[in-house]
DNA sequence: CATTAAAGATAGTAAAGCTATCGAATATAC
DNA sequence: GTATATTCGATAGCTTTACTATCTTTAATG
């Protein structure tokens, strides 16, 4: 038996709900891949539509603008995250061991691609590394909060922030700690992909899709150590 | 007596000198103040011709386009803060003592605006807050660094990891941990002035400048917890 | 069959991003 | 002091992006 976690966005984020037809989820599913391909700056409606075989103006339809429909996808990973970790933590009690699960989430580790369909998962995940702070970093990011827009990312660093005090309930730092643990892998990442001499891991090989595994020690280290916690080795 | 540091650039990142004209001058002072105030993406050279009465070709002869300009202040930027760390911590022997210095460096507390004539330094922070990232999170990183275009940011982090490694020979992540620091001063500061709740630091008011103190408690903790030290609270 | 909502098709505007060229001013060379 | 070269101002133009408007076709619904 197949379930189908169907994720509800805000409805902001879209002039007409992607998810409601055929032609939005393919907006969808070709954005992925388009923004993976040539990057955010590169990409235009343009393209997508042609890409798509349809034209610019049915793009319009569905999102005011590029970046609204950045912020959508970026919205979407995020709520899809939160789901996971709710349901790969459900009846856990050790705090630890809920760390250890959001860890290998966030570096999406052991991905099970049937839970999502058809869109691109790590393609998905390649644009929040590259783009996704392009989603806040910007001269409208308070209209834009004022709107609900990043929810979905402050619903995961509050959940975060609260398995934390689960395990140090006098944390004087954990919302701080769960958007830096968040943040830290997403640049780490990037940096050894791209940027190597700013980390200590080596760029990944070409091809390779799985992290060699230096980049969860440091982060566990980081997070264990701000907690005053034994380092929990597990690789 | 004055002494006026000059900092040397990079070749690639313009095609005509802007330190060597008043002209070029002008483009950095003046562009420093056009992104602050309405944001990279707003920004174009006509706009920033405009604001300075001469015409978008003059800037074109300085630099290639608007985001090589953001490349050039963003490492300017760096190169001064590189400067400012090696001449304050000269002569120092502990440590602890110069991380102190640079995180109240990087965290822009006591600044001498005489030290940087005529470019209003402040502004620069809050680009650099705001817009830095986009400086490398491109679809062109790899060719951009292949040019050394973001060497100044690499040699602070190399020298921030040196610092760590003096205080811990043995700690394996002094790389990844010196860019961590830049980048979680960064981002937290972002998000303390513009989505608080992903911060334990409430949103600065209005007109102030000087930061409330709890965020360089939470790096010091960060950094002093990772490197197994006491805590050296001095704020 | 009539209605209406979605999407295809075409067109067009405004601005951004960038290049080319020409002449005036100014500095430098001889 | 005249020749030469450099810099900058000024004008123009081209291509692409970003976005809007409108009209027709198609498909779904009652």
Not at 181 to 203: A, C, K, R, V
Request: net charge neutral; glycine share 4%; charged share 25%.
């Amino acid at each position: 038996m197949e379930y189908s976690v169907h994720v509800r966005m805000n409805e902001r984020l879209f002039l007409r709900d992607p998810d409601g037809s055929d032609l939005g989820r393919r907006i969808i599913r070709q954005s992925i891949l388009l923004f993976d391909e040539v990057g955010f700056e590169d990409a235009t409606f343009r393209k997508l539509a042609e890409r798509m075989g349809t034209k610019e103006a049915s793009i319009y339809r569905y999102f005011e603008n590029k970046h609204r429909l950045l912020v959508y996808l970026v919205a979407w990973y995020w709520q899809w995250i939160d789901f996971q970790l709710v349901f790969r933590t459900n009846n856990l009690t050790d705090p630890h061991e809920k760390l250890e699960r959001l860890l290998n989430l966030l570096l999406l580790k052991d991905l099970d691609q049937s839970m999502t369909d058809d869109l691109d998962l790590k393609a998905l995940h390649s644009i929040v590394i590259r783009e996704s702070s392009k989603a806040y970093l910007t001269h409208h990011v308070t209209e834009d909060n004022r709107q609900h827009l990043f929810k979905p990312y402050k619903d995961l660093c509050a959940r975060i922030a609260g398995i934390i005090l689960e395990l140090r309930p006098d944390y004087p730092y954990a919302r701080s700690l769960a958007s830096s643990l968040i943040e830290t892998i997403h640049y780490q990442t990037f940096f050894m992909q791209n940027l190597p001499s700013l980390t200590d891991f080596g760029p990944i090989p070409a091809g390779q899709h799985t992290h060699p595994g230096k980049l969860i020690g440091f982060v566990r280290h980081l997070l264990y150590a701000s907690l005053g916690a034994p380092i929990h080795n597990q690789d």
